[in-house]
Structures are given as C-alpha cells and as structure tokens.
Nanobody, 122 residues
Framework: VQLQASGGGLVQAGGSLRLSCAAS????????MGWFRQAPGKERKWIAS????????YYTDSTKGRFTISKDNAKNTVYLQMNSLKPEDTAVYYC????????????????WGQGTLVTVSS
C-alpha cells in the first residue's frame, strides 16, 4: 500500500484544515487507518484512528472534539478534519495503515504516508 498525504498548510489559530490520505496499490477496505503527528524536536505521536469498517473511531484527549477522522473506502482515502486549530497543533502529520486493526502506536503500523506539514500561527 502506498499512502499519499496532502492538505497541510499554514492556518491561523482557530482555523480549519482537512488532510487527505489517498491509497494506491491496495484497497483500504480491510485496513484500520490512523493519523500521527510529529512536532519539531519531538517524537511522532498517534492522534486518531478509525476501524477498517469505519464503525469506530479513537482520539487522544488533545484532539477529541476538534478533529474528526473519516474513511471513504470507495475513494480509497482517509481524512482528518481539523477544527479550532491551535499553535500546538503545528507538526508534520502522517497517515498510517494497519491490516484489520487500528494503528494507535508507532509500533503498530504496516504502512506510513510521507507526511504533510501543518503550521498554525498565533
């Protein structure tokens, strides 16, 4: 599976962005998907996941209520809608795939996307 993340950019605090992660090479219908982010000088951390059939989602406390992960199997794409962005959300965002289970840890990922930079100005 090749994953291509896009949608990052510069946004003011309080604004919104939608990240996309398009897959090729294999259908995502059997994969749980997730988003991780890596702030400058820090480790890559998990922030959200969605089950293979999109019936369940998981978020960290820092993203719950502001971010929404969704999956469109017909388009072979996963999304991360980010609202009420804060400067501390500034990071490179990575999508991740895991066969049948959700990727909620760096060690539990089968495929990574290449990352897209989100910068939130104050």
């Amino acid at each position: 599976v090749q994953l291509q993340a896009s949608g990052g950019g510069l946004v003011q605090a309080g604004g919104s962005l939608r990240l996309s992660c398009a897959a090729s090479g294999r259908t995502l219908s059997s994969y749980g998907m997730g988003w991780f982010r890596q702030a400058p000088g820090k480790e890559r951390k998990w922030i959200a996941s969605i089950g293979w059939n999109s019936t369940i989602t998981y978020y960290t406390d820092s993203t719950k209520g502001r971010f929404t992960i969704s999956k469109d199997n017909a388009k072979n794409t996963v999304y991360l809608q980010m609202n009420s962005l804060k400067p501390e959300d500034t990071a490179v965002y990575y999508c991740a795939a895991r066969l049948t289970l959700v990727p909620d840890d760096r060690a539990k990922v089968d495929y990574w996307g290449q990352g897209t930079l989100v910068t939130v100005s104050s």
